[in-house]
């Protein structure tokens, strides 16, 4: 049974596309490389058809654990979602009470998660530290480099809401 994880339409049309590339492109590919290394005889000692062999079966691998993972794929409508708290898809304007510098990150999905763009998973510690706060909220949250406090200035939703 697979695990159940959580996509936004974007994250889960994502994996899709890389499962359509994956079994339209990438696996004809090797079928070919298979077939050209065994046109050139005695197998046993082919370097070439035991590589396209050993890339078919992580291919295989990789295809059969992503379709897991679709299998396993809740969206979610963040129409729903409460903006008055913070919750998985919040954008949280955080200010750090040490220095005063302001933050603001999306809490997403962990396979959606994207530092450059301020995109976090919701498993991470700053995440789980604020999850369920509202405005106002001052919490501290043990990091790697060690105890940051937060209050929690905004909670508004990517999409305006």
Do not use: W
């Not at 994250?11 to 890389?18: A, I, P």
């Amino acid at each position: 049974m697979s695990e159940i994880n959580y996509y936004t339409p974007e994250g889960l049309k994502k994996l899709n596309d890389e499962l359509h590339h994956l079994t339209t492109v990438e696996r004809p590919g090797i079928s070919k490389q298979i077939a050209e290394a065994r046109d050139k005889g005695d197998l046993s000692e082919n370097a070439e058809y035991s590589a396209a062999k050993e890339a078919q079966s992580m291919l295989e691998l990789r295809i059969s654990k992503l379709r897991d993972t679709i299998s396993g794929a809740r969206l979610i409508d963040e129409t729903k979602l409460d903006n008055s708290k913070v919750l998985i898809f919040s954008k949280v304007k955080l200010k750090n009470l040490k220095n005063g510098a302001l933050v603001c990150y999306t809490l997403v999905p962990e396979n959606e998660s994207n530092i450059k763009e301020c995109k976090i998973s919701v498993n991470s510690p700053i995440s789980k530290g604020i999850l369920g706060l509202t405005v106002g909220d001052k919490v501290e949250i043990l990091v790697p480099a060690g105890t940051i406090s937060f209050e929690i200035m905004e909670i508004s939703r990517e999409n305006g809401g």
